[in-house]
């Protein structure tokens, strides 16, 4: 079960909610103004997500991601910037009027 709490109450209830993790084993996704902003897991979790990672791994991983996005944009023809701001606007507008 995915357990999901405000940042306030995570806040409010920490202690609790560090024993739900470090005893019960729980992960706890902590959201802010809707959004997910953390997750709090047991450290043996966290152990087993870096075995085998070296420190230094992610800058590898970064630097084949660019190429493997410099590959795909290359020759590309992208758009006006106005139009990609238009774009989001029009999108973002949308989105709010649906909620009304």
Known sequence: ???????????????????????????????????????????SEYDRLLAGQEPEAWRERARLARERIRAEVTGATLPPAEE????????????LSSLR
Do not use: C, N, W, Y
Not at 4 to 22: I, K, N, P, Q
Not at 84 to 95: N, S
């Open 1 to 43: 079960m995915r357990r999901t709490v405000s940042a306030t109450e995570a806040r409010v209830h920490f202690g609790d909610l560090l024993r739900r993790v470090g005893e019960g084993g729980e992960t706890i996704f902590v959201k802010k103004g809707g959004l997910l902003q953390a997750v709090v897991l047991p450290a």
């Open 84 to 95: 990609v701001v238009q774009a989001g606007r029009e999108e973002r507008d949308e989105h």
